[in-house]
């Protein structure tokens, strides 16, 4: 089967030179992380292709390249295809040689009968790239929903690719200049959307898209989308038993491996219950991993070892304390953009604590998006409510009016979240949703960016982003489509980039069964009030799995994997993050108003606001450019 890698290349269709092999090898070396047990090469003239390789299955046999039978394509990949024997058995009764059982194999094999479209024959999580010396083509292929990244740089005649952006980065003639437009998406949502990146001539490849590259042609084409605008008629009972069946088939495809496999346990009903379906499964106890915090508020440990006792697993814990920062610089430089989500701490630890047992684990991931698990949705579909009763002119001039008044009163309860609120009610539904998902809004820009980057955006508001995918969804169903935002925003270019960073930083391959795309393609197709009833969200999959997990973890209250950044701020790193960010040698001041970040530092030590989320988007920032554009120490 497959294997956990990275991969790079570098392709000069426009002007035929050779390849540097010292810079393939350059490129190459700098994702060693994502592969440390072997690598490999291809070089033929203007094609150069990179791999470095975590064994997982087919150890013997599955170094990369790998070639067709007359050599003629070679692929690299990084990913796991679980139904590639079905594939393979087809593939060999029509006559194809196979050198190797591996998945990787599979797939050029695919290609060589139906090209691009080969993808769609997948059932798994990938990048790859596919060189076919008959046609002098590139291929360039992610996963439907974006587990495994892939970034490119396509100009004058050049395509440099990585599964990384450092690799791109290698080359000298790539340039280093910051898209205003992405850093303005990432002080609104603390990660950078596809398919931008912080850098202006650097892209990511969207998940479930694919790019050919040709001397005749570049053509960027999108295979796989979600659908959510065909509901099921079927009973509440038939649709549990439905999923409940794809759960456990999910979980079932993902247990195939030669090297030791475990799972991330938080205590939360999503990890929770692919441990209970793993327990099922295999014949040894569960190797489970759990991340806990000295402060009991943000501290799940206690619920994780309340399921590891449940499926008797071998469980292992380890406590984040504000020393953990120490690794910060570490990060900033796996993340290779600037990246926000401050979990991505405690997932690179448990990813360390689990690398010590296994080489797999298996997550919790996508089950609040498939399921509707965030309590925003329930906050989104109150705000709808509220919008229905209360007259458009009344919203949007005086709600709206009283809106620019009202103080943010962070520390009410949040269903009384004031300004927040107002602002949402005012606008239409994707605009509120928009302004809910924002740490620095729209309005506040004015003041947070210097007065040079605001008219080098000439007007730019980060809410097209939102705007093009609500656009785009083939649902009116208020649920579904900030669903299906969140599955092409939020959950490939946050959540799924900070486990694949975090997790490959330590060469462990994480195995996402709740992001199988059957399982969300039929999750899309789940009527609205089964997924949030009342005010329990994943109400169908909590039913699923009632039989298997204890009330307490099926209807606690839901924590996330936060971080205590508020108390962090003003006891335990204040002097660390007050001089990066408000000291003489700052980088940000080229692009931050400087005054208005002492004006958050102040009423955040004050104890009147909680900008911590806000502090840690521009400490991020700092850290990435002291990295990538003042020192350039990284690459």
């Known amino acids: 089967m497959g294997v956990m890698c990275g991969i790079s290349g570098v392709y000069n269709f426009g002007t035929g030179e050779p390849v540097d092999p010292g810079l393939l090898k350059r490129m190459t070396g700098t994702i060693r992380h994502r592969g440390p047990d072997d690598d490999g090469f291809f070089m033929d003239g203007s094609i150069g292709l990179g791999f470095r390789r975590l064994s997982i299955i087919d150890v013997a046999g599955g170094h990369q390249p790998i070639y067709n039978e007359d050599g003629s394509c070679a692929i690299i990949f990084n990913g796991e295809i679980y139904n590639y024997a079905g594939l393979r058995s087809g593939l060999l009764a029509r006559g194809h ?25 997948l059932r798994g999580m990938f990048a790859f790239a596919i060189w076919d010396a008959k046609r002098r083509q590139l291929m360039l292929a992610r996963d439907r929903l974006g587990i495994k990244p892939l970034y490119y740089f396509l100009k004058d005649g050049r395509c440099v690719f990585g599964s990384e952006i450092k690799p791109i980065l290698c080359d000298a003639a ?113 190797i489970t991993n759990s991340i806990g915090f000295p402060e009991s508020s943000y501290d799940e440990t206690c619920h994780a070892r309340a399921v590891a006792d449940r499926f008797h697993t071998n469980h292992h814990e380890y406590t984040v304390k504000p020393q953990a920062l120490e690794i910060l610089d570490t990060l900033s430089w796996h993340y290779d953009e600037p990246f926000a989500d401050s979990s991505a701490i405690p997932t690179y630890y448990v990813s360390k604590v689990a690398r010590e047992n296994v080489t797999v684990a298996l997550t919790g991931d996508g089950g609040d998006e498939n399921f509707a698990g965030y309590r925003r ?120 980039t900070k486990v694949d960073r975090a997790s490959m930083a330590v060469s462990l391959e994480a195995r996402a069964p709740l992001l199988d795309h059957k399982l969300t393609e039929f999750a899309a197709t789940i009527p609205s009030h ?52 408000l000291g003489g040698s700052s980088g940000l001041g ?46």
């Not at 196979?98 to 769609?120: M, P, R, W």
């Not at 596809?194 to 898209?209: E, N, V, W, Y």
Request: with cysteine; aromatic share 10%; glycine share 6%.
């Open 97 to 121: 040689r196979f050198k190797t059982n591996s998945d990787t194999e599979t797939i050029l094999h695919l290609y060589e009968e139906q090209g691009a479209d080969c993808v769609q024959s």
């Open 174 to 286: 790539v340039p280093r200049e910051i898209d205003l437009q992405a850093l303005s998406d990432y002080v609104s949502l603390g990660y950078i959307p596809s398919p931008k990146t912080i850098f202006q001539d650097i892209r990511k490849l969207p998940a479930g898209h694919y790019l050919v590259i040709n001397p005749e042609q570049v053509a960027q084409r999108e295979y796989w989308d979600v659908h959510f605008g065909e509901v099921s008629a079927d009973s509440p009972a038939v649709l549990t038993q439905r999923l409940t069946e794809l759960l456990q088939e999910s979980v079932s495809i993902r247990l195939m491996s030669e090297v030791p496999l475990g799972a991330f346990l938080s205590g939360g009903v999503d990890s929770s219950a692919v441990v209970a379906l793993m327990s099922d499964l295999l014949s040894e106890p569960v």
């Open 377 to 496: 949705y329930r906050f989104d579909r109150l705000e709808n409510r509220m919008r229905r009763l209360i007259p458009t002119p009344v919203r949007r001039h005086v709600i709206g009016s009283i809106a620019k008044l009202y103080p943010k009163a962070d520390w009410a309860p949040q269903v009384f979240r004031g300004k927040t609120l107002l602002t949402n009610l005012s606008g239409s539904p994707e605009a509120g949703y928009f302004n809910t998902m924002s740490a620095f809004k729209e309005a506040e820009k004015g003041q947070l960016f210097k007065g040079e980057m605001l008219r080098e955006l000439h007007g730019y508001s980060t809410y097209s982003v939102f705007d093009d995918y609500f656009r785009r969804c083939d649902s009116v169903d208020p649920l579904s489509r900030v669903q299906y935002v969140d599955i092409k925003t939020y959950l490939v270019d946050d959540i799924l």
């Open 530 to 581: 089964l997924k949030l009833s009342g005010q329990s969200g994943k109400h169908i999959f909590k039913q699923a799995m009632g039989h298997r997990l204890p009330e307490e973890i099926l209807h606690r209250r839901k924590m996330g994997f936060a971080v205590p950044l508020d108390v962090w701020f003003r006891r335990d790193i204040k002097e660390f993050a007050h001089d990066l960010l």
């Open 590 to 635: 080229q692009y931050i108003n400087l005054g208005y970040v002492r004006r958050l530092w102040n009423h955040h030590q004050s104890g009147v606001r909680d900008h911590s989320t806000r502090l840690w988007i521009l400490l991020m920032f700092e850290l990435w450019l002291r990295k990538f554009m003042i020192n350039r120490g990284a690459v």
